[in-house]
């Protein structure tokens, strides 16, 4: 009778997935590159902690937070937008992806210059660009970043994955063989972690793009501009989200630099980082949602509702290993780790539950096309977390930044869940199909 029941549950749930091709099959894809990027990510740091000073290690990993905010900045909401939007340009998909990179890129290397100037003019005590060479590492990886970006989501946009996947799988691969070749030729100092960054975005662009026979040159042509200017409302808005939703986590290594020290910095990046990799999963799903719901909207609630349930409990997991074997991970990457970080980070974990339904509320917006409205919340939520993570570090140390963290995360989360709540009572009251943005108004 139990194997009647087991087997009608499979069936069951087979069925379930089938109605959601597209979703599984990309979030899949996304999550596959996501896991393998993640070990590949802790042998990459795990070298870095074993072959370079704590200090060191602690300020480039500041200065990549840095590097991945400007990206953030520069890519302005537009390559988030190219995920909901290619699908309803069908021919003139690679001129807007030409033109999305364009005005990234240019963006970028503005605002790298702008920080490296300031950062000399000031002579901060943080120390981050001491000298040319990283400063050149820094702009050019600023550069870069956007084209990574937008590309990977023109292939989301596009619905291959797949070949996202690919250039992941690629860039960690790259990153870590270049840092170790790095450290076997002597070259301990930032500017050596940031190059095999740099170098290996570079790589995984050209390779995936040989591997999938011209993949992403594909993706771009002649650049269409006033495409992208009519398109200019939405663009602000994704950005706005983007910005408002996403900005704290990645300053985070800096803050922790800033605030406490390179050292703590350096025993807080691998635990971040677990954090930061574990996070993509249901940010994978989330974003997913984007496009798959635009394409097929009759399955806009199946679909959220099976992406939300398994990201929560993939977040469970994720939040009961970290706080079961943190001062375990630390140990792995340097044993001087556990000693300067203690258990203060055992709780960093149960933010996971927070940022998942936080990212499911940034697509249901998004296909509501009611960004503009969502960001002044997740920008209330940023400030909330800025706040707390700064009095926390003040009153705490590292263990009050990480509660601060955790519980301003988690506040947003709860707040978010009522949104999520109340969208999806309403879509069950509703007897009719109708479009997407009127199943989900917020």
């Avoid at 091709?21 to 990309?26: D, F, P, Q, S, Y």
């Avoid at 537009?78 to 909901?84: E, H, K, N, Q, S």
């Avoid at 793009?209 to 409302?233: A, C, E, K, N, Y």
């Avoid at 399955?299 to 959220?304: A, D, L, V, Y």
């Amino acid at each position: 009778m139990s194997v009647d029941r087991a087997w009608t549950a499979i069936i069951r749930l087979r069925r379930e997935f089938r109605k959601s091709t597209a979703l599984v099959m990309n979030s899949g894809a996304l999550a596959v590159g996501t896991i393998a990027a993640a070990g590949l990510g802790f042998v990459y740091w795990w070298l870095a902690a074993r072959l370079f000073p704590p200090e060191l290690v602690g300020n480039a990993a500041a200065l990549l937070s840095v590097m991945g905010l400007v990206g953030l900045l520069a890519e302005a909401g537009i390559g988030t937008m190219l995920v909901g939007e290619i699908i309803r340009n069908p021919g003139k998909e690679r001129g807007l992806v030409a033109a999305a990179a364009c005005v990234g890129m240019a963006l970028a290397v503005g605002l790298a210059l702008l920080f490296v100037l300031v950062n000399a003019y000031l002579d901060s005590s943080a120390g981050l660009i001491g000298n040319w060479s990283n400063g050149v590492a820094f702009i050019l990886g600023c550069g870069v970043t956007p084209l990574g970006i937008v590309a990977d989501q023109a292939f989301l946009g596009n619905l291959r994955s797949t070949n996202r996947m690919i250039r992941q799988v690629l860039f960690s691969t790259s990153k870590l063989v270049l840092i170790a070749a790095a450290a076997a030729g002597g070259y301990i100092f930032n500017a050596a972690i940031l190059l095999s960054w740099v170098a290996g975005l570079l790589a995984s662009i050209i390779g995936v793009d040989l591997l999938t026979r011209g993949g992403v040159r594909h993706l771009f042509g002649p650049p269409d501009f006033q495409l992208l200017h009519s398109l200019r409302s939405k663009v602000f808005d994704h950005y706005a989200l983007d910005v408002a939703s996403m900005a704290p986590a990645v300053i985070m290594p800096f803050l922790v630099l800033t605030l406490l020290s390179p050292a703590i910095n350096a025993a807080f990046v691998p635990l971040w980082m677990l954090v930061s990799i574990a996070s993509m999963i249901p940010a994978a799903l989330a974003t997913a949602l984007f496009p798959v719901v635009r394409a097929s909207p009759k399955q806009s609630r199946h679909n959220f509702l099976l992406s939300l349930m398994a990201s929560l409990l993939y977040s469970l997991f994720c939040a009961a290993f970290i706080f079961t074997y943190s001062q375990e991970v630390l140990a792995v990457f340097n044993p001087a780790y556990p000693e300067i970080a203690g258990s203060s980070l055992r709780f960093l974990g149960l933010s996971l539950l927070g940022s998942t339904l936080k990212f499911h509320a940034c697509t249901l917006a998004r296909l509501n096309d009611t960004m503009r409205k969502a960001s002044r919340w997740f920008a209330l939520g940023g400030v909330l977390e800025l706040c707390f993570v700064v009095a926390g570090a003040k009153l705490g140390g590292l263990e009050g930044l990480v509660l601060g963290w955790t519980l301003s995360v988690s506040i947003e989360g709860l707040c978010a869940a009522l949104i999520l709540a109340n969208a999806m009572n309403r879509a069950a009251c509703r007897t009719d199909e109708r479009p997407t943005a009127s199943l989900f108004q917020m």
